[in-house]
């Protein structure tokens, strides 16, 4: 089963899914429906919500070589230039002193749950904490909430649950609150009409003198065939050039669903690495930084904020903190 694979878009009329499988189920915390399917025939069915809203939506049967995957949309537009030296906005990172960062880091002992070990294992440790501490519900608004601390609360042992950027958000202020650099990054797709996309954290390294792909939603970190952990721009390329990637094993949705590697990497991510958004103080949805392809023309209409700062160039976008 693929969690999550598709994003109902009832605008669309129809909303078509292309498959070339011999079975297709939709499930719904509600209902399901299945269809066996032929080729050269559709499959018409309607989506509705509280009993009013619909999404016509159709399945249709697409042979494979006709069907451009997420991976192939990524690496047509895997290019970059490296000689762009338009100008983008400075990151800043919060001090450890920061009186809410101060807060969070004493009402839930963030020292201890990051340990006394390397600073690996710290960063790690900080990542299995939030994702564990916390629910996943990518469908439901947050509770009303001013900053992350309130927010913690309200959301703390999922009294109420969150989505993909709230985790990122709640992370990326653990990490500044013990002295970490991190930052929020919104992994985007190109398609214009896909209002789904996904929201990480990256957190520098002094370690490893690099920034490392970590996922609280997911509690998703990526290594390479050695073990090492990577770089968001790391998977960009690895997927891309069809080098070897490993994810954690115990990658997971809400401690209930195992994360597939090829599902994760492969499909969603690979659908979601074409561009990124980086908010410049590091978390929530300020002022913002965009890293395209050269493919693209444009900006991604995805984005939150109203004029990012547009580059080609990720040695810039990426840059050490």
């Known amino acids: 089963m693929k969690k999550a694979s598709w994003t109902i878009k009832p605008k669309l ?7 070339n499988n011999k079975r297709v189920t939709f499930y719904s915390d509600r209902d399901s429906i299945s269809f066996k399917i032929k080729p050269n025939h559709k499959y018409d069915f309607i989506i ?16 494979l070589k006709n069907v451009a995957s997420h991976l192939d949309i990524l690496k047509k537009g895997g290019k970059y230039n490296f000689s762009d030296n338009r100008a983008v906005l400075k ?22 749950i990051a340990g006394s070990g390397d600073e690996l294992s710290k960063i ?7 994702h564990n501490s916390f629910v996943f519900n990518g469908n439901k608004e947050l509770p009303p909430y001013v900053g992350v601390f309130d927010l913690m609360t309200k959301c703390y042992n999922g009294i109420n649950t969150m989505y993909c950027a709230a985790f990122a ?30 929201s990480i954290n990256t957190v520098y390294s002094k370690t490893l003198g690099k920034w490392l792909w970590i996922d609280p939603t997911n509690n998703a970190y990526v290594m390479n065939e050695k073990g090492e952990l990577l770089s968001i721009a790391e998977v960009r390329e690895r997927l891309i050039n069809n080098k070897p990637l490993i994810l954690n ?6 401690r209930i669903y195992s994360v597939i590697k090829e599902n994760y990497l492969f499909d969603y991510m690979a659908k979601n690495l074409y561009a990124f958004q980086c908010y410049v103080d590091g978390g929530g949805e300020s002022k913002s930084n965009l890293l395209l392809p050269i493919e693209y023309r444009g900006i991604i209409p995805r984005t939150k904020s109203s004029n990012p700062k547009c ?3 990720p040695d810039i976008f990426w840059a050490n903190p």
């Open 48 to 63: 509705l919500l509280n009993g009013k809203d619909s999404a016509f939506t159709q399945i249709k049967y697409e042979h």
């Open 13 to 19: 009329r129809p909303d078509i899914y292309l498959t």
């Open 169 to 198: 958000w709640v992370l990326n202020d653990c990490y500044s609150a013990m002295g970490l650099k991190s930052r929020q990054v919104v992994c985007l797709p190109k398609d214009s009409t896909d209002f789904d996309c996904h």
């Open 311 to 313: 580059t080609n160039n």
């Open 124 to 130: 790690l440790n900080l990542l299995h904490w939030v």
């Open 249 to 254: 094993p115990d990658a997971n949705t809400n």
């Open 91 to 112: 990151f800043t990172y919060d001090s450890a002193q920061n009186p809410e960062l101060l807060k969070i880091r004493e009402k839930y002992k963030l020292d201890s």
